[in-house]
């Protein structure tokens, strides 16, 4: 089955700044990536995705990339806010299959 | 529209009760997902239902995990003789349709579990 790899567990930055949260994916059958930012306390929300006919979405300061050759993809924040601050997990599905596989997450920290 | 809706909020329960967590789709969604999330922990997947049918039940870490689907709409999932590692966020999905896998899984606010 899928396995899903992300990377930082935990991103502390300074507002204004850019974060980088990268994944990857180890089946290549997988076709859709979402991105899912959840607050303390809150529930999972979609904010972006990305699909493997496309390279690079952006969406105002969040943007996604994705390498199908290197089984990667990556969640782009520029200009980063105190409000980004969350923890954002990663996830990939094949079109076969019938389940999304999550990253274990990254707690984004945005200092004032 | 009314979003995913999940209860209780919150559960506490003695070792070895059994409890039962309900989860109300999105009118119409086809597809409904358990999720467990462990405090400071990622999402693990438990079972997924298309319709009524739990074409993969892959998750359920024990035989004391069950859960049905009625109507193809609400959801319950029971645990029995609950454990102290059961303590953790419960979370349902739901999504139009699994055509695809692609689609938007919209999540419910979660039961928090307490076994004590």
């Known amino acids: 089955g899928e396995n899903v790899e992300q990377h930082p567990s935990t991103l502390s930055v300074q507002e204004g700044d850019s974060a980088v949260i990268k994944c990857t994916y180890s089946?290549?059958?997988?076709?859709?990536f979402p991105w899912y930012k959840q607050e303390l306390g809150k529930r999972p929300q979609l904010i972006i995705d990305?699909?493997?006919?496309?390279g690079e979405k952006k969406d105002q300061r969040i943007a996604v990339t994705l390498n199908k050759t290197a089984k990667h993809f990556s969640l782009h924040i520029t200009e980063t806010q105190p409000e980004d601050s969350a923890v954002y997990f990663c996830?990939?599905?094949?079109?076969?299959?019938?389940?999304?596989?999550f990253g274990k997450g990254t707690m984004l920290l945005v200092s004032p | 529209g009314a979003g995913v809706s999940q209860s209780p909020s919150n559960k506490v329960t003695e070792k070895g009760k059994d409890v039962e967590l309900r989860c109300d789709p999105i009118s119409g969604h086809t597809a409904l997902y358990w999720y467990r999330q462990s405090l400071g922990q990622g999402l693990e997947f438990l079972i997924y239902f298309q319709g009524n049918s739990a074409p993969d039940k892959s998750g359920l870490p024990s035989d004391r995990f069950s859960a049905e689907r009625t109507g193809g709409s609400v959801s319950t999932l029971t645990i029995q003789r609950t454990q102290q590692e059961d303590s953790a966020v419960y979370l349902c999905a739901s999504s139009p349709d699994r055509t695809g896998g692609d689609n938007e899984q919209f999540f419910g606010p979660g039961t928090r579990l307490t076994v004590l």
């Open positions: 996830a990939a599905i094949s079109y076969w299959d019938s389940t999304l596989t």
């Open positions: 990305i699909r493997s006919n496309v």
């Open positions: 089946d290549s059958a997988s076709n859709y």
